[in-house]
């Protein structure tokens, strides 16, 4: 991916999911926002890209650069998609703003080959110093809400997931920890991920077994 291009600017677990995509996928990005991860796709590797988006706003911005996208609710409408209709469906710091995030992964493993799921990691050991220290509900670049106005309704740590994954039958291929502009690749996240990951990016499939 050129350094040099704008996307290059985009957030880096953008980035990594687009490294984690093959080019001229069958592509849906639940939650897409304006469709920065989309047009990422679409200029670098050329995917047939799809997005559901619960905002007016957010659709309207996606429709202006030229992408697919329909208004939706990722809890509601995401049953109305075929099986098998995706080779990636992308759930981008969205998971932990769903009321029903494990009817959502299973959805999205109904629907799609492969999912890529990027959140904030609870874990961080931030955030623990902040709970412990100061008795109050961190706030951090990536959790950058306070109490009273977050959408975040089912925050969760690198283990809660992987462990969510589990339960799901879903296999993790890989799993991408970030911290800061660190991107370090990981097979099996364990405490140590858990306690220095701010972000986390996991592709898992079904499990072959």
Request: hydrophobic fraction near 40%; include cysteine.
């Amino acid at each position: 991916m050129s350094q040099n291009t704008p996307e290059a600017q985009a957030r880096i677990d953008l980035l990594v999911i687009a490294d984690l995509v093959e080019p001229g996928s069958r592509v849906l990005d639940v939650g897409c926002g304006a469709g920065d991860l989309l047009h990422l796709l679409s200029t670098e590797k050329q995917v047939d890209g799809r997005g559901i988006e619960l905002s007016q706003r957010g659709v309207n911005a996606c429709v202006t650069r030229g992408l697919s996208v329909v208004q939706g609710d990722a809890d509601e409408d995401l049953r109305d998609y075929p099986d098998d209709a995706f080779d990636y469906v992308i759930l981008s710091q969205t998971i932990q703003a769903t009321h029903n995030p494990r009817e959502v992964l299973a959805q999205m493993q109904r629907i799609g080959r492969r999912i890529i799921v990027s959140f904030p990691n609870f874990g961080h050991w931030r955030i623990r110093w902040q709970l412990g220290v100061h008795g109050r509900m961190p706030v951090t670049h990536t959790l950058d809400y306070q109490w009273y106005n977050t959408p975040n309704i089912h925050l969760c740590t690198v283990l809660d997931f992987a462990a969510l994954c589990g339960e799901l039958g879903l296999h993790i291929e890989q799993t991408r920890m970030l911290s800061g502009d660190q991107d370090r690749r990981v097979k099996k996240p364990g405490r140590r991920d858990n306690l220095f990951a701010e972000q986390a990016v996991f592709l898992v499939s079904r499990d072959p077994a």
